[in-house]
Every structure is written in structure tokens, then in C-alpha cells.
């Protein structure tokens, strides 16, 4: 649970970034990091439009730039998108200056006011400088289709067993994650849809 729901002590000490956005509606928010790539992306985009469900994708630079036409898809089909910096850096091994700059150069291409730190680690004095310009969206479920040491059924379970109302749930666009993506997006929207929550954009 620890890495499926990040702690309540991690998120105070970044509490001025989103992780979740509970409503009186029952509502979840999807998000995808570190595409688009042409091998998953277009994959996810035709499950989201076979549901009709919407999202935010946060891309890093380096995949905006050799994917343009890639890019103007997710955004041409309503989706939203966000900043997960220009090569995927964490804040914790550059200082804050190059960290700035990283994001910055994405920006260039994504023109987008939201940012999702890759990993979801940064100096404080990198968060400080970051919500000046950027609303900073963490997550509240993980779904750990990343990892080898899951299969498809579990990446699904965790979305079961730890979504609530206003989550924000984080699936990847990325070669890694496409064989668990693949069976436990689809069967995640539709047990979502199924027990009545609604997908919202931020």
C-alpha cells in the first residue's frame, strides 16, 4: 500500500499539490505518464474512445518531439495534457536550476499548466519554484502496471482495492507497463463505470 497509495506524511509535505479531488459525485481521474508513444498510445486512445472516457496524459518532451502528430491526437480527441518533464529527470539527483530548465524545454512543446514530477520526487525548493507557473498533480492510486513482478490481474486489483471517491489514478503509456496495461485498463474502466464512477479532466 505504501507505493499504491502514497502516505499521508508524503502528501503534507507537498500539500499544495493535488493527489486527490473528492466530490459529491462519485468521480475518478485518469491519468497516463510518460508518452505518447506510437506502440501503446494509440492503443489507449481507442479504449478511451470505446468508453468514451476522458483523461490527462502527461508527456515528456523528449516523446512530444519525436511523436508530434502522436501528440496533436491526444489533444485533437479532447484529452488533456501535462508536463512530466523533457527526459523523464528526477528532481532529487539535478539541482533546481537544471530541473527548471528540464521542464521548461518540455513546455516549449506541451504548453500545458499542469506537472506531475516523474516518480513523483523534487527538492522543496523545486516544488516552490514549480507552483509559481504549474498546478502540480500527483496521484492518489498507482496501478504499478510498470512492474515485472505484477501480472495484469493484480495491476487491476490495486485499481479495486484502493480507488475512492476523486482519486487520481496513474496507468503509463510506456513499453514497460503495454502487457499489463493492455488487460487491466479495459476491465479497470469498466469496473469503474459498472460500481458508478464518473471520469473527470481536471
Known amino acids: 500500500m505504501f507505493i499504491e497509495r502514497p502516505p499521508f506524511l508524503y502528501r503534507m509535505y507537498f500539500s ?4 486527490r479531488i473528492p466530490h459529491s459525485e462519485k468521480c475518478v481521474y485518469l491519468t497516463f505518464d510518460d508518452g505518447p508513444i506510437p506502440q501503446v498510445t494509440p492503443w489507449v486512445l481507442d479504449i478511451l474512445k470505446q468508453y468514451d472516457v476522458p483523461a490527462t496524459f502527461f508527456c515528456t518532451g523528449d516523446n512530444v518531439a519525436r511523436n508530434p502528430g502522436l501528440f496533436d491526437s491526444l489533444r485533437a480527441a479532447g484529452h488533456q495534457v501535462g508536463n512530466h518533464t ?11 536550476q537544471d530541473y527548471l530548465r528540464n521542464i521548461e524545454k518540455a513546455h516549449d512543446l506541451i504548453q500545458s499548466p499542469l506537472f506531475r514530477p516523474p516518480h513523483g520526487f523534487m527538492r522543496p525548493s523545486q516544488f516552490a519554484a514549480i507552483k509559481e507557473k504549474y498546478t502540480t498533480v500527483m496521484w492518489d492510486v498507482v496501478t504499478r502496471d510498470y512492474s515485472r513482478n505484477l501480472n495484469g490481474e493484480q495491476v487491476f ?11 487520481i489514478i496513474v496507468f503509463h503509456d510506456s513499453l514497460k507497463s503495454q502487457h499489463n496495461l493492455r488487460y487491466a485498463l479495459p476491465r479497470s474502466i469498466e469496473w469503474l463505470l459498472e460500481n458508478g464512477y464518473a471520469f473527470r479532466k481536471f
Open 16 to 19: 499544495e499539490a493535488l493527489w
Open 86 to 96: 523533457m527526459s523523464h529527470v528526477q528532481g532529487l539527483h539535478m539541482n533546481t
Open 157 to 167: 486489483d490495486n485499481v479495486r482495492r484502493y480507488v475512492r471517491n476523486g482519486s
